[in-house]
């Protein structure tokens, strides 16, 4: 649950403090006994076998089976398959973790076949059908980037390992930064490894073909921490399964618990699942979760001995508006919000938000005056006044939006909060009222200078000094792009440049202050004009050179675009400078 900072400039005059905002978890209502088992369920998928979208496989020690809820049927027995993965609707390729090797399974028959490996037989080896060896293999995937191969997360080698499933040619792919890995996911076009020592591993290939990784959440060190990706500690990592959009749940074993991994955020928070109002702490399972699979939102989790099955609430944001009446001669009302805060607010309308399992839901509090006031409303406004209501946005980084009003016949700029503020201007004398609209949409767009650049992106990545010497010719172009600004514009100082390179293009982005609905599709004409002369002006800004100490050549000039354009306007998600996700393409979808 969370109170958003939309009426902070409102508390703060009236003297009220509030406490840190808490990022959004996640709440199942309903939990219970999908299946007991007589051994621990170490992964599942929805079967392909079936039509009706009824039926899970489920891999444990000593079977393969197939179940939905009510009856089973086994598969195949004597195989400890901690993985496996369906590569048509007839053939499942599973890891057979105590033998140390791979097989195939034809459904048609159910008998298991050697595909790679040497069953009964560990070792760390690469070559053809009998040759490669394995040690406690765990985890399987199919590749996406090759369809006729499967990678193979080999645990006590801590490496990652490829099958070619044509000529079952056993591969090493990449043995760095492994800890005991097991469960592994594809996000787009990277990869997610659980390591049963603590961290995740991300897996990315660059346009070459090479191979490259980063600790990427978590910590070599056990523990149980929520927050942000670089501090979050996890005691032993199983599984994986994706949620909705960029969040994705992950078994703790050690722990017994479940983890939200909002890769948006990049934050880890906790799970609930025993109906609990305020989630401030993971709910525990009787045992330790080993593997996860989320089907339609509806979550089925693996434990030493039994599959549980968590469900949302079918309730949506439930929450109601408030209404509070101004005392006579009072400025402001208190109000008891949603969370328990007291806050005194003066008249107006204003858009509160509080998440409610993930999901950003809006309320309103509406203060109005005990006597009724002529022409004072939103919508009944007098035809004879010439004064027209505005609207405006704020930023969801700043307490309010500085808006050009009419005051006592002058147009000044004021600054506003969020909410429906009440202006009282004389016209031809009599009153006329008009207001001041001033919203955060949920989704909002922000205008950005573009550049994009031929450069090797294992240049860019080098090392921490490659990176720290863009960083601060980014910071150095950000300064020269606000004289570009001028005054119809700011690049924020709490917004730092942010680039993303894939396949050797670095794309760099320098975001403003200027805020648009999520549904506007191009900056406004005159806006663009004005800064595209001056771009064309600026002789330094022409090329707007980097400097790459290990790309070659060294210093790069931007790319044109179609219109001959080295530097572009263009709208972004505001998720694109909220955090370093952008730079993994999680916040352009």
Known sequence: MKFEKILIFAVIACGVKFTKDVEARISFQKFEVFLNTDYPVDHMELDKYYDNCTHLLVGSWPHLFTTNGYSSSILSTLIFATGFTQVN?????????????????DRKDNVPHILAGTCGSSGFSDGGFGEGTFNYPYGVVVDKRNPERILVTDMYNHAL????????????????????????????????????????????????????????????????????????????????TNFRSKLYLVTDYGNKKLKLLDLRKQVVDPVCFKGEDFCSSSSLFPSGPLSILNIK?????????????????????????????????????????????????????????????????????VVKRSEPKHHDSWFNLDPECTYKNITSFRSPHLLSVAVNVTISGKSVWRGFPEGVFRMAEEYNSKTCIYHV???????????????????????????????????????????????????????????????????????????????????????????????????????????????????????????????????????????????????????HS
């Open 89 to 105: 609707k007839t053939h499942i390729v599973l890891v057979d973790h105590d033998a140390h090797c791979v097989r195939i399974l």
């Open 297 to 365: 939102e509806e979550v089925y989790v693996g434990t030493e001995n039994t599959i549980y099955k968590l469900s949302l609430s079918n309730l949506r944001c439930p929450y109601k508006n408030i209404s509070a009446t101004l005392a006579p001669g009072e400025t402001t009302a208190k109000v008891k919000l949603l969370d328990g805060y007291f806050v005194d607010f003066p008249e107006g309308v204003y858009k509160m938000k509080k998440m409610y399992n993930l999901e950003m839901c809006v309320y309103h509090v």
């Open 161 to 240: 390992r490829s099958v070619d499933l044509n000529t079952r040619m056993l591969s090493t792919v990449y043995k760095i930064r492994f800890s005991g890995p097991q469960g592994l996911i594809w996000v787009g076009d990277f990869l997610l490894v659980a390591n049963y020592h603590h961290y995740i591993t991300k897996i990315w290939w660059n346009k070459a073909g090479g191979v490259r990784s980063n600790k990427w959440i978590g910590s070599t060190t056990a523990g149980d921490r929520d927050g942000g990706f670089n501090i979050a500690k996890f005691q032993s990592l199983h599984e994986m």
């Open 437 to 587: 609209h001033v919203e955060t949409p949920l989704n909002q767009k922000r205008l950005s200078f573009k550049a994009d650049y031929e450069a090797s992106c294992d240049a860019v990545d080098f090392n921490d000094y490659s990176r720290l010497m863009l960083r601060s010719i980014l910071k150095q172009r950000k300064q020269q792009l606000q004289s570009i600004c001028a005054q119809n514009c700011e690049l924020p100082v709490e917004i730092d440049p942010f680039y993303n390179c894939t396949n050797d293009v670095l794309t760099i982005h320098w975001p403003t202050d200027k805020l648009y609905p999520a549904t506007t599709s191009l900056p406004p004409a005159d806006l663009t004009n004005q800064l595209n002369q001056r771009l064309a002006q600026s002789a330094i800004l022409k090329s707007l050179e980097l400097y790459i100490p290990f790309n070659l050549p060294p210093l790069i000039s931007a790319k044109k675009n179609s219109e001959e354009k080295m530097i572009q306007l263009v709208l972004l998600p505001t998720c694109a400078d909220e955090s370093h996700a952008a730079q993994m393409n999680m916040c």
